[in-house]
Nanobody
């Protein structure tokens, strides 16, 4: 029933920008956490940014702070990740996910209940 689908990935040169989108449907909780994660081959899936629907509070990984912005449209149907000043180390598969309030507090992938299929971001030097 719950569906999350990412789009907007691609290949860019260092210093470029991309905007990722995650279309969400079927999740009917009054409040929730939505987040972006990324994973490179041989590495753990790490949180990039997340927001909590009640108040729109956000959290960013230190590695992307000041470069990436997480946001949600007014209808709360689509999650976005604006990525500026991209670096080669940003290369990864990017996933969107949704969970409850515990997911916002912990930021742990295990606390998110539903996941999209991922979209590849490749940044060349």
């Amino acid at each position: 029933q719950v569906q999350l689908q990412e789009s907007g990935g691609g290949s860019v040169q260092a210093g470029g920008s991309l905007r990722l989108s995650c279309a969400a449907s079927g999740y009917h909780a009054e409040s929730y956490t939505m987040g972006w994660f990324r994973q490179s081959p041989g590495k753990e899936r790490d949180g990039v940014a997340r927001l909590y629907s009640l108040g729109g509070v956000t959290h960013y990984a230190e590695s992307v702070k000041g470069r990436f912005t997480i946001s949600q449209d007014n209808a709360k149907k689509t999650l976005y990740l604006q990525m500026n000043s991209l670096k080669p180390e940003d290369t990864a598969m990017y996933y969107c996910a949704i969970g409850g309030i515990r997911a916002y507090g912990s930021g742990e992938a295990a606390d998110f209940s539903y996941w999209g299929q991922g979209t590849q971001v490749t940044v060349s030097s």
